[in-house]
């Protein structure tokens, strides 16, 4: 298995204000800038390999080929951003090994090094010229690291263009703690996707609904039931949250 380099914070933060230099002069930025990994890339104290520069040039390749084409910024344009790079990076660690991109550490190396034309496409400073951290750094916001999650918990429905779900929706599923069972998840999305176009009731019933799954995660241990008793337990809490919106609206008439 290839070990793969990682920053540590503070140098990340300084590769990021030079990433902020480098867009305020008006140039380019580049991934590789010596054409070798950064010199303060650590690699931790593990069985495998080091991973060449050539190898996540390979990775960076298939980031450019899956992108050409694809139009300027837009909401929609940034939607399928998020699905393009999240199945391109979804397929890569399935074959590197998951237990990489487990590590939030490798994420800003990943973005800030290998992808960064990429990542100031998506998330581009703002009026005050700087970068948004959280966008960079080691979170679950970070910009690859978060299509990634997207892509390997809910799979193929992320790319299905009849199946919409909303940003605030996606947030809510990979965010809370839920999305460490992928079964859980996916079902969650399904209710989700079965819920009116109507966009008031639809995020009401589903703010609703994923509070009292996450309250039910404290008394019940779901990723141990049998997966027709956890559907049976999730379509039942957004029934109920259906019937009661349909209640209210009937008693507002």
Avoid: C
């Avoid at 009026?127 to 690291?145: H, I, M, Q, S, T």
């Avoid at 929706?169 to 079964?183: C, K, M, N, Q, T």
């Amino acid at each position: 298995m290839f070990i793969y380099p990682r920053l540590r914070k503070a140098d990340a933060l300084d590769e990021l204000t030079r990433l902020e230099a480098t867009l305020a002069s008006g140039a380019a930025p580049r991934a590789f800038p010596d054409g070798v990994h950064h010199p303060k890339a650590v690699f931790p104290n593990r069985d495998g390999v080091p991973v060449h520069v050539n190898r996540l040039q390979e990775l960076r390749s298939r980031v450019v080929a899956a992108l050409s084409g694809l139009g300027d910024s837009s909401r929609q344009s940034d939607r399928r951003f998020d699905q393009i790079v999240g199945d391109v990076l979804n397929r890569w660690f399935e074959d590197e090994g998951r237990s990489i991109a487990s590590h939030p550490d490798v994420w800003p190396y990943l973005t800030i090094i290998v992808l960064p034309d990429f990542a100031t496409r998506r998330f581009g400073p703002r009026p005050d010229g700087k970068l948004p951290r959280e966008r960079y750094l080691a979170d679950r916001r970070n910009v690859f690291y978060r299509a990634y999650l997207r892509a390997w918990v809910l799979g193929p429905m992320l790319n299905d263009p009849d199946l919409e779900l909303y940003e605030d929706e996606l947030v809510g599923i990979v965010d809370r703690s839920f999305s460490a069972d992928h079964r859980l998840a996916r079902r969650v999305a399904e209710n989700l996707l079965r819920l009116a176009d109507d966009q008031s009731s639809r995020r009401h019933i589903a703010r609703s609904s994923l509070k009292d799954i996450q309250y039910e995660l404290r008394v019940t241990d779901m990723a141990s039931l049998p997966e027709a008793a956890m559907n049976a337990l999730v379509d039942g809490i957004f029934e109920r949250h259906v019937q009661l919106r349909r209640q209210s609206t009937s008693e507002a008439r």
